[in-house]
């Protein structure tokens, strides 16, 4: 995912949260998870919860291409 795009995934999910970008880009950088599940709809909370628990879903998301691209952008901000 290049820049553009999380940039607008960011301020979409900003949007939908009612939490300043910058502020959820933290909360997402600290992994957490329950502030901004806080945030939520109660309903979407809890499939998020269920989902983050699910071991499968968890290999999914580490293994997508996604998820790939953001942890090399972090690995390679140290360098």
């Known amino acids: 995912m290049n820049n553009t795009n999380m ?5 979409t999910a ?3 949260l009612g939490i ?3 502020e959820l880009m933290t909360l997402l950088n600290k992994g957490d998870v329950n502030s901004i599940m806080a ?5 979407d909370a809890q499939k998020l919860k269920k ?15 996604e998820m790939q691209d953001y942890l090399n952008s972090k690995s390679n901000k140290g360098k």
């Open 51 to 65: 989902a983050l628990n699910n071991p499968e879903t968890e290999e999914l998301l580490k293994n997508s291409p």
């Open 20 to 22: 300043p970008p910058d």
């Open 14 to 16: 900003s949007r939908n």
């Open 7 to 11: 940039q607008k995934m960011l301020k």
């Open 39 to 43: 945030k939520m709809d109660s309903k």
